[in-house]
């Protein structure tokens, strides 16, 4: 997986995330990915993804939250490509 495979994924099935930016100037990302797209997801990730200890979620009602930070550094891809911080008007 690369940062534009990861951004099609987002946009294309339209999932929400949240960008959590603390005082320490940390970035948190978590991914909000419907029932219905994780196998999409995982495939997305291959096989090579789960190996070891696996990915850690959180299984909520309708949607599982993946906490982006460690995927995106297994695979080289920089956050910010990919989620970037959310303009409010």
Do not use: Q, W
Not at 18 to 46: H, K, M, P, T
């Amino acid at each position: 997986m690369n940062a534009l495979d990861l951004y099609k994924f987002v946009t294309e099935n339209n999932l929400e995330y949240n960008r959590l930016e603390y005082d320490s100037g940390e970035v948190e990302v978590l991914l909000f990915v419907e029932y219905y797209n994780i196998s999409d997801f995982a495939s997305l990730l291959g096989a090579g993804a789960f190996d070891d200890s696996g990915i850690e979620c959180h299984m909520k009602d309708g949607y599982m939250v993946f906490e982006m930070n460690g995927i995106c550094d297994d695979f080289g891809i920089d956050i910010d490509e990919v989620f970037p911080k959310k303009e409010y008007a």
